[in-house]
Structure formats: C-alpha cells, structure tokens
C-alpha cells in the first residue's frame, strides 16, 4: 500500500506541474484506510495536499481509536490499563456522549460489549442467549463512564468503548482542517462514504454526491438514484445491506439497540444524514438505524441543523424512500 501511496503522490506533483498559472486544477488523492476506502478531491493551483500529512493524520486515528490495534488509547481505555487519552480521543468521546443523550442512547458507544458478543468486534461470534445479553447489559450505558482531566473513568470497570460509529466521520472533518490550514477552501473528503464537502468548485458549482440504491447484498453493484448538492456540510449513511453476519439463514445487522441489546430488525435499510459536520453526520446516521423509520422522521424533522435520507424496505418486498423536507432531491435529467 506504501508504494501506491507514493506513486500517487509523485503523479500529482507533476499534475501541477503542468498547468502554471492556469487557476485551480481538480487534485484527487485515493487511498486505503480503516477496512475502506478513501478519496480527497480538492482544487489548488498547485499540488498543495502532502501524503505523508493524510497518512499521519489517519495513523493517530488509528493509535488512538482502533479497537484492532491493542496497543491503542482505546484498547488501553477497554483493558483499563491507566492511560491520557489524546486529542483526538477527547473530541470523539465528548460528541458522542452528547449525541448519546440527544438520542435517549440509541447512539451509544459504550455499546462495544454487545458488539464483540455478536460478532462484529475483535472476537468470534459468541452463541447468544438472553442471559449473555442481559449480564452484558449491565455495563452498557454512558452514565458509566467519564473524562475526568484527559482520563477516562469508570463507575463500572467492565464498561468499554466502541467509536466506529462516529470515527470514520471525524477524521474526515479533520483532513478538512489540515486542508484549510494549508490554505485549501473548496474541497471533499470521502471515507468509505462519509464525506464532509467544503466550499465551491472554481465556476461556483456545488459538489453533487448520488444516493445509493440499496444492494442486495454485499458484492451487489452501486447504482444511484437521485443527487443531491452538498454545501459545507457533512454526509454520513449507516445501512444494514453492506455489513451483516448470516448465521442459520438469518441476518444479524451490525448495528445493535443498546436499549435492546439486540442487533436492529425493523424496516429502515439505509439512514443518509446531512450535518453541520461529518463526525455528526456519522453518528446520527448509526442513531437512526436503531431509532428505525418513524422515530427519525420526528427527529430531523424537528430540527433545523439536520436533514436526511432514508431507505425502507416494505410490505410487498420493494423499498420506499422518505426524504426530510429542506432536502432538495436532483434527478439524473436535473443534472
Ligand atoms: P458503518 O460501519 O457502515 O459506517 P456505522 O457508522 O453505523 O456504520 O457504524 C457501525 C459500527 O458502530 C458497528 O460495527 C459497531 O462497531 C458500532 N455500533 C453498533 N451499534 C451501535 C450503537 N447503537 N451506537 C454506537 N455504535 C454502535
Ligand atoms: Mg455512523
């Protein structure tokens, strides 16, 4: 991977080479990064974006929140061995703790437990029973667990942090900030579909993002149904039709009721969130794939800094969309 990193940066350079003086050029840099994949797209008149800045910024991430690097701040944090958490980790653990109580804890990052137990941690899938649940339950909450002075405490020493629903989204916003701390006004960050757009392109047009069809199943082929424009503003979609286990002809879908603490069943396939920033944006998204179609309707619909897209499956084994009514939907003739 370190060596197409490299060779792409050395394209890029050379793009911008090429064209000088000529007004801000289209620069976009891909990647590899958290089991996904990752796209910047920004406009400069030179080839500003370093690579080894990006691939900095997402190995702090990585020390910092992977619950699959054991030597992380959060796997420090899950073993309670005594440690100061970082930046990074303070940002994340405050907004979800925010967003946990907004969302009478359908968000819940404390919810880790219940995730290993099912499958879609670091370990084997347990055999689930309702006394496993249950018992796990008793440490899942985030009255729990505090930051006290950049140290995490614990009211239960068994409870233990999960930030994959929020963290995808934040270290998008935060190569939004090194992109305008070096002077970049207008561009995209993309990470495995959260996005944070910023600015304009250079003839004053806004970056357009296609909603997705739901696939199938995991191999199923993207197909767009409608775009939208996104101005300064953060994208997230949480969906049960791209990450699940199968087990006994049954689909477990890797978001969990920590209320519950079930996998969720009901009949929303697809939450697309619309935010003032993408750590948000990421958050909600997994909020209303546990809150289910009704309940995130009142939601965004009662607030003015949000709006969303949602995907249901139906009776007759189609699917509906609903979208949030200052969600303006373009059509493929529109564009
Ligand atoms: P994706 O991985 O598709 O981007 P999400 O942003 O919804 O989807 O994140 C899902 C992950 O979040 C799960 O794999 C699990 O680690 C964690 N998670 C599951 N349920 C919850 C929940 N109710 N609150 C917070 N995190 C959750
Ligand atoms: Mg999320």
Known sequence: MKKAFFTLSVLLIMAACQFPGRGPQM?????????????????????RVLQEEIDSIFQDFNSSMSFYDPQSILSQVNRNDPVLVDEYFKAVFNRSKEISRETDGAFDATVFPL???????????ASMTEEIVDSLMQFVGFEKIDLVDGRIVKYDERVQLDFNAIAKGYAADVI?????SIGVTAYMVEIGGDLIARGSKP??????????????DHDAQQEWHYFVEVYNQGL??????????????KRYSHTIDPQTGYPVTHNLMSASVFAGDAMSADAYATAFMVMGL???????????????????????????YYASSGLQLLSRDDL
């Open 27 to 47: 620069i976009t840099i891909r990647g590899v990064v958290f089991g996904t994949y990752y796209s910047i797209i920004y406009y400069d008149e030179e080839a």
């Open 115 to 125: 995730v290993n137990a099912w499958g879609f941690g670091v370990d084997q899938r």
């Open 176 to 180: 939004g900030h090194y992109l305008e």
């Open 203 to 216: 003839d004053g047009s806004k970056w357009r993002i296609g909603l997705e069809i739901p696939a199938k």
């Open 236 to 249: 997230a979609t949480s969906g049960d039709y791209r990450r699940y286990i199968k087990d006994d002809g």
């Open 294 to 320: 009704d309940k995130s309707i009142a939601f965004v619909e009662a607030r003015d800094d949000l709006e969303a897209y949602f995907i249901f499956s139906d009776d007759s084994n189609g699917y509906g």
